[in-house]
Each structure stands twice: as C-alpha cells, then as structure tokens.
C-alpha cells in the first residue's frame, strides 16, 4: 500500500506521474519508487530488466535517470527547490537516486514548459518529412545533453552517416538472428488490449512505403524517413553513475526536441549489439562512450504508449533499523 505524507502529497503525485511517463527499452518500465516525509527514492527493478537486449541494465538505468529529470522537472513547476543524489546507498546498489524536497522556489516559463512537455513526447517511430531540423534546434539539443553532462554527437550526412546505417543493419541482422532476443521482443510487444507495459502495434506508425536505411525497431519494414537528423547520445564513461547522469541527459534533449515540436526515437541497436557498438565508438573518435542513437525530425504525432499507474510501483519508504537509531 502507498502512504503518501499528506503535505508532501500534492508535490509527489504530480512528480511520479510525470517519472512514470519517462522512455524506458520495451516500455519496460524498470522502476519502483519509494516515499519519505522530505523525498523519493528511485529503484530499479531489476525483473523488468531485458534479459537478452539489456542484460547488464544500462538501458534500464538510462529508463531510471530519465524518471528521475521528470520528477525534478515536475517539482520545479510546482514551485518546489529539489536537490538529487545519484546512487546514494553503496550496499544498496538497486537504490538508483534520492530526490530531496527542499522547499519554495521560484517557477521560470521553462520549467512549466519542460513539465508539460513531459506528458506529450513520444517516441515518433514513423515515417518524417523532408523538412530538416533547423540549426538552432540542433544546438539547442546538443546544449540540452551537455547541461546534464553527456555529449550528443550529431552525424552528419556523408561517410560517418553511412556507416552508422551500415553498423545498424548489421546489428538489427544479428538481433534478427538471434532466437532469444526475438522471444524477448515479441514479449514485450502487445497485439493490443489491456496490458498497461509493452509496446503497443500502433506505436510501430504506418507500413512503410520503400524500404530505409534508418530502421526503427517496432516498425520492421518501415523507413525512418528520408532526411532524418540522427545523433548518439555518448556519456565519458561507462559506469552505472553516468548512465543514470546521460538517462536525465536523454531525457532533457528529447524534451527540448517536444518544446520546439520536433519528434525524436531510438536506434538502439548497433549500441546493444557488442560487436558492433565498439565500431560504433571508434566511428565517434573513441573517447566518448555511446548509449543512444536518436533520430529527430518532423512527422505526424504518434499514440501514447501505456503506463502502469504511480501507486502500483510506489510504497513508502520503511525505516531501517540503522536510522531509527541515529
Ligand atoms: C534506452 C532506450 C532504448 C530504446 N531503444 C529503442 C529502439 O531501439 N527502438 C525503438 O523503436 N524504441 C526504443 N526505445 C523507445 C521505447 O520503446 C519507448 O520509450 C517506450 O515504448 C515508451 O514509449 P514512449 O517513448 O512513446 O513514451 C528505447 C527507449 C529507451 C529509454
């Protein structure tokens, strides 16, 4: 059961309906939350870790460090200070980050915009247009992954953007090959319904008119439009800590792309593969460690996926013997 402390309550339910809306690998949702008086914990859960895709859950704390800009984003527009702590408890490796309630602060137009904008990105799977993603948009999402301290690297057209399609087709060829892995996926993947995880058919967009270099998964067939901006998003390490950082980093470009009305998804593939996403990094210039190829542009709004509801995965915080004793 979720006892939520009555002040705290008109604070925390909009924070975790907003955490709960983050992107996570499947619609996987790995995350559990727990409540204090003062703060929220965020956990991952490590049964909604993909076994086969993701199997040392960095994709699933990527999903986490997401959930956790959103509840920072959604405090901040109701008005309330937030201070975070990454991976607070080193016996408790499961505890991901603590989100401390600090009091009144002053709401700017960009944090309403940023928490509203929460509730309507989408990952865009379908086709886009030829219209190109202007320049100062483009900037502004390379701005957005730096404030949070990760790198997106654009790719431009020409060699470097060839051979990211040649390493995403051949990672999506070893994935297709891979019985485990297309288990794993058809899992995850709903026929329709009434399952509240997954990802829904319609989420996959329209059938594709001519095949693309830029394949998104869950749309098998289908092109990822003809002038798409793609990017990886790189962390400068490789630890649990930065894949959490470069998850609110994640989080923070592809809400900057929603504010300007560009849409964005994920080319996962060529970074869950490992034979691929070593060339994938030598192609970056080997000093920075990719964790998400995005593609962003313009498109007809894609449906909403589903959500398990805050209180199903969210219980107040019990009290260790240690503490009590402090
Ligand atoms: C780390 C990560 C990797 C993802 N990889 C892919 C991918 O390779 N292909 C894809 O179509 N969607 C991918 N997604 C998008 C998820 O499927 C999507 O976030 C989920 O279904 C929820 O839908 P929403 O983003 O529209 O809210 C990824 C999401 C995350 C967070």
Redesign the pocket.
Known sequence: MTIIPAQAASLVVPALEAAV???????TQPWRFELAEDRIEVLLDPERVLAVADADGR?AR??CG?AVLNIQLALRAAGQACAVRLLPDRARPAHLATVWLQGPCQVTPEDRAFARAVSF???N?RPFTDRPVPVWIRDALVRAASLEGAALVLVERGRDLDELARLLRRAEHLQNEDPAFQAELRRWTAAGGRRDDG?PLA?GGPRPAAAGLLT????PEGPAGREPLVAVLCSFADTPLAQLRT?QA?QRVLLTGTTAGVSA?????PV?VPATREPLRGLLGGQAHP??VLRFGYGFA?P??PRRRPEAVTRSRRQQPEEANR
């Open positions: 809306r983050a992107p996570s690998p499947h619609n994709e990527l999903a997401a990105r989408r990952s799977r990802v989420a998104p998964r869950h749309h998850g994640m998804s994920f080319l996962s593939q869950e964790q998400a894609a909403a996926t």
